[in-house]
């Protein structure tokens, strides 16, 4: 087993996209939870990759479903100036994000700028599409006047480099994981959603009630093959029910950002899920 291995690139990162659900308000208490040593860190449902970001590994696997997302991280990585000076150039604009919104671009650069400016400006951050597969969100209540730091921009992408970006669903991309690496696994779930919305449409499919047990399976023999697992989930008594029992919990409350109302924004319970002590 590898030892707990930090990036080259100096000083922690925050997360350069918007993403409802995402964990940067938990960083400091999930990396708390962390094993003390593993050798490969790997989060099959990346989405914004707060954790990712904030421990900086040396040597990563980010992976998700969405290719718009997985395109956007590796144009960053792979031809960083050329995208932050095209994202330098956008100003918020309520005409402009419609537009980017109805528009198709052929080609992988304006496809990651695209994505960046809707994600950027669109409500709450949140990402979903309809059964085409076409975005559809509509854009948030506040423009505003700096949307993007290029020197975090950067630093992301120097990040991005220890990091292989793969688009793929989570079932493959954890079946490759060795003993002794880790795995944050984050599935979608709507939080502050009413039970019977067991599903988010994250990507052109829903994922289902279901697809927690498919994944409980996954983390199954995971544990066997000595993998160790850090798992956060809604703590909806049936989705519990699809993964270990044995697995170590920790409860963690925090407010729904999803509610249009701040009024209506609701404290809920998060479950941390470990296949280890300490």
Not at 128 to 141: A, H, K, L, Q, W
Request: one cysteine or more; a positive charge; hydrophobic letters at 40%.
């Amino acid at each position: 087993m590898g030892t707990q291995a930090v990036s080259k690139v100096s000083g922690e990162a925050t997360p350069i996209l918007r993403w409802a659900g995402g964990k940067r308000r938990l960083v400091h208490d999930l990396t708390a939870l962390l094993p003390a040593r593993w050798g490969t860190y790997v989060e099959p449902m990346a989405g914004s990759a707060a954790l990712f970001f904030h421990l900086a590994p040396r040597k990563a696997v980010l992976a998700d479903v969405n290719p718009d997302l997985m395109d956007f991280y590796k144009i960053l990585r792979d031809n960083t100036s050329t995208l932050v000076k095209r994202l330098a150039s956008l100003r918020a604009s309520k005409a402009l994000y419609y537009k980017m919104r109805k528009s198709s671009p052929t080609s992988r650069l304006e496809r990651a700028v695209r994505f960046a400016y809707l994600n950027r400006l669109c409500w709450n951050g949140l990402h979903r599409v309809n059964r085409e597969g076409d975005f559809n969100v509509p854009i948030g209540d506040r423009l505003p006047k700096k949307l993007w730091d290029p020197r975090q921009l950067s630093h992301a992408a120097k990040l991005l480099k220890n990091a292989r970006l793969v688009t793929s669903d989570f079932e493959t991309t954890l079946h490759t994981l060795k003993k002794g690496d880790l795995a944050f696994i984050d599935p979608p779930y709507p939080r502050g959603a009413p039970e019977s919305a067991w599903f988010n449409r994250y990507a052109s499919d829903f994922f289902l009630l279901e697809d927690h047990c498919r994944l409980g399976k996954v983390v199954e023999s995971l544990d066997e093959k000595g993998v160790s697992l850090m798992l956060l989930m809604a703590s909806y008594p049936a989705i519990l029910r699809c993964y270990p029992s044995s697995f170590v919990r920790t409860t963690f409350s925090s407010k729904s950002l999803i509610s249009g109302k701040a009024s209506a924004r609701r404290t809920i319970e998060e479950v941390v899920l470990r296949n280890y002590s300490g």
